[in-house]
């Protein structure tokens, strides 16, 4: 786990709104990952950088409690082009503290996000968090899944 800048980037892919109450989001976004997966979405975008699949976190109302939503998507080098019931977001230059998920997923992250909800010295900004699964990911038990937390300066 270490602090770092991240650049500003775009992410276009399918998305919805949750909220971790009552276990509802574990089932949007289990529901989210089945349609990105079921649809093949990652190749219906243009533009895309390269083969990584984001999920973003953002759109917090308050903090992890409150709503906020979720896209899966991947890095693209422009917002120009998206498709018919996609969604674009730009995650601006901002401090991250980095978790790194490792083991079978979903469970590893998880436990990772478990970890990060109830780390009461992190001091988020709730601006948007993403995971990265990129070539690791499927790696079956050995998979690798890195999580980047918005955090204050």
């Keep these: 786990m270490s602090n770092q800048m991240i650049q500003t980037f775009h992410v276009v892919g399918i998305s919805v709104r949750t909220i971790n109450e009552n276990g509802q989001a ?80 979903p469970e590893a992250v998880v436990h990772t996000w478990m970890e990060i909800w109830e780390d009461e010295k992190l001091d988020r900004s709730y601006k948007a968090d993403f995971t990265v699964h990129g070539e690791k990911y499927h790696n079956g038990n050995e998979a690798e899944v890195e999580t980047f937390i918005s955090v204050q300066e």
Excluded: C
Excluded at 36 to 43: L, P, R, T, V
């Design 26 to 105: 574990m089932k949007d976004i289990e529901a989210l990952w089945g349609r990105f997966w079921g649809e093949g979405i990652e190749k219906q975008i243009p533009n895309k950088v390269n083969d990584d699949i984001y999920a973003v976190y953002t759109d917090y109302v308050t903090d992890h409690t409150g709503p906020y939503t979720t896209i899966i998507g991947v890095l693209v080098n422009s917002l120009a082009d998206i498709p018919d019931g996609f969604v674009g977001v730009t995650i601006e230059a901002d401090h991250y503290k980095k978790y790194v998920s490792k083991g079978k997923m």
